[in-house]
């Protein structure tokens, strides 16, 4: 009695929770293969030339390692196109101490704006900012430049799974 009730309670359990999840914006469509990338811009301000290129080589590798799309150098070939720009950098306290109000750890925060369009559709897939951000200890400029690098990645992978789930 006590195997029917359960089956039976796991038979209307199904039946409520049926069709509550999908598989529906998984995965790039089948008829996109490539994507152009072209080196991102540096508006913040910093004047870091580093960042745009480390963003972009991330980026790429990202994409090419988490999907099926082939990055390609040829904006006028690509089937999608992602363009962004890194819209402000921050460097910033981000802990203080309580007994002497100074700065312990500083935080890097970076924000990216990014496009992706669909050329053939010639209209914009997504179109939004993207932000990271890392603490390390004040005083460390090797920590600082982890703290940048660690950003820049977290933006990056946020890209690739936008760009990957968002179908």
């Known amino acids: 009695m006590r195997k029917a009730g359960a089956s039976l309670l796991f038979v209307l359990f199904m039946a409520l929770f049926q069709g509550c999840y999908t598989f529906r914006g998984t995965s790039v469509p089948a008829h996109l293969k490539t994507i152009a990338i072209p080196v991102f811009e540096d508006r913040s301000g910093a004047g870091v030339a580093s960042f745009r290129a480390e963003l ?7 994409i090419e390692s988490q999907s099926a799309l082939r990055v390609i150098p040829s904006v006028g070939r690509a089937d999608l196109l992602l363009e962004g720009s890194i819209i402000s950098f921050s460097d910033a306290p981000g802990q203080l101490s309580s007994s002497s109000e100074r700065a312990l750890k500083n935080r890097i925060t970076l924000v990216v704006e990014v496009t992706m369009a669909e050329r053939a559709k010639k209209g914009a897939v997504f179109a939004q900012p993207f932000v990271g951000f890392a603490d390390y200890p004040v005083g460390n400029s ?8 660690f950003s820049l990645h977290q933006i990056s992978d946020d890209i690739s799974d936008r760009l990957i789930s968002g179908w």
């Open 142 to 149: 090797a920590a600082q430049q982890e703290a940048i690098r």
């Open 56 to 62: 972009t080589k991330a980026l790429v590798n990202s």
